[in-house]
Structures are given as structure tokens and as C-alpha cells.
């Protein structure tokens, strides 16, 4: 296991679509975060995995947004009803191993581009 | 709430020379952890560093070192004899220890470094 991934890394969609992103982190790693970046911003929180319970939710994940990590260890982001305001990098990071079980690892992200 | 200022948008330094991007950081709490992350062309966030709150010792890396500063709360980031290889944008970020393990991270906006050869 070399690290977090990201499936796709880019999708464009229409405005209306729906879409789902899949985040597989590292194996041993119980936390997983995913966040949201726009052009020239830095990452913006969006919600907070231990295991397969959702702990925390950014007021950025509106009722569009769903988050979810069965059994504890991928996690999908589905995006309905998409809107144009949605066209971001979605990034995934993932933490909980030894020796720094704070430092959180980022995957390569995918660009979502709502058209 | 936590907040992260980056205030130098874009730099841009002749290769060999030194360059120091700021950080500066707000936070109520007394816990937390403050951290550096590169973001090459290619879009990845590379870790450099993280440094909790009761450690202000400077540390040094190879060309980088971390100067941190509670009573300015700051933490600057140094590049000693800067590389084309450096060229990026670079992330300041805070995190605070919250509830059930949450130590989700604050970001700054970035400065984008250019290494001019």
C-alpha cells in the first residue's frame, strides 16, 4: 500500500448530474477526512470519518452531498444534483498510523468540473 | 474559530537565493498542531512538517527550516538556496484537537513560489 487514492481524478459532468467519487485510504489508517479545494484557495474541511462512523460535518456539505465509509475502510462522496458551483478539486487524506498518528496523508484528489 | 493567514500571494525568488514565506495563525485553544504542506504542479499535498504548540523549538531539514513563534503566532517557512525542484504552492495549516479524534485541518491560502533558473 503506497498511499491514499483517488478514483476518477477527473470527471466532467452537466449541471443536474449526479456523481460519486471513491477515496481508498491507507489500510492501517482508522481516520479519513475529505476536503474541498477551489482555484487559488487552500483546502476547505468538508467531513470526518473514524472507522465507518461520519463524526463531523462541515456547513460546506449540503444536503446534496453524501459521505460514506462502509465497513471503515473506503469512502465515497456522492454529489447529487450537481451544480456549477460545485467545480473543485475533492481531496481525501486519511491518518492513524504509527509513528505520527496525527499527520494526515492527501490523495491525488479528483477535479470535478460541472459544466 | 481557527484562521490561517498567508498574506504573500505569489513569490518569486532567483534560483540559489533564500526565501521566507509567513504564516500566521489564530486559535483559541492551547492543544493544537501547526503544519506545512507543498503542493507541486501536479496537485498532490506533500507533507513537510507539523509542530505542536508546546514545542517552539526552530527545527531544520536539509535546505527547509521552521521558525515558530507563539508570541507572534507565527510559523515561517525558510528555503536555504533555493531549487527550480521548489517551485509550488505551499500550505500553512492548523489543526486543533477535537472531539472523537477530529484533528480536521485550517489552510491557509497558499503562497506560490517560483524559482526563476
Known amino acids: 500500500d503506497t498511499g491514499v487514492s483517488q478514483d476518477p481524478r477527473h470527471k466532467i459532468t452537466k449541471r443536474g448530474q449526479n456523481v460519486t467519487f471513491r477515496c481508498d485510504p491507507i489500510?492501517?489508517?482508522?481516520?479519513l477526512y475529505w476536503y474541498r479545494q477551489t482555484l487559488g484557495q487552500g483546502p476547505e474541511f468538508l467531513t470526518y470519518f473514524q472507522n465507518e462512523a461520519q463524526l463531523e460535518k462541515s456547513r460546506l456539505l449540503s444536503d446534496r452531498f453524501s459521505a460514506e465509509r462502509p465497513k471503515g475502510s473506503f469512502s465515497t462522496l456522492e454529489i447529487q444534483r450537481t451544480e456549477q458551483g460545485d467545480s473543485a478539486m475533492y481531496l481525501c487524506a486519511s491518518s492513524g498510523g504509527l509513528p505520527n498518528y496525527n499527520e494526515q496523508f492527501f490523495g491525488p484528489g479528483t477535479r470535478l468540473t460541472v459544466l | 474559530a481557527q484562521k490561517v493567514t498567508q498574506a504573500q500571494t505569489e513569490i518569486s525568488v532567483v534560483e540559489k537565493e533564500d526565501v521566507t514565506l509567513d504564516c500566521v495563525y489564530e486559535?483559541?485553544?492551547?492543544?493544537?498542531?501547526l503544519f506545512w504542506y507543498k503542493q507541486p504542479p501536479s496537485g498532490e499535498l506533500v507533507f513537510l512538517i507539523r509542530?505542536?504548540?508546546?514545542?517552539?523549538q526552530n527545527e531544520i531539514s536539509g535546505r527547509y527550516s521552521w521558525n515558530f513563534q507563539k508570541s507572534t503566532s507565527s510559523f515561517n517557512f525558510t528555503i536555504t538556496a533555493s531549487q527550480v525542484v521548489d517551485s509550488a504552492v505551499y500550505f500553512c495549516?492548523?489543526?486543533?484537537?477535537?472531539?472523537?479524534?477530529?484533528?480536521?485541518?485550517?489552510f491557509g491560502t497558499g503562497t506560490r513560489l517560483t524559482i526563476i533558473p
Open positions: 509542530r505542536n504548540s508546546f514545542d517552539e
Open positions: 486559535t483559541r485553544d492551547t492543544t493544537y498542531y
Open positions: 495549516a492548523l489543526s486543533e484537537a477535537g472531539g472523537f479524534g477530529n484533528e480536521k485541518l485550517t
Open positions: 489500510s492501517e489508517h482508522n481516520r
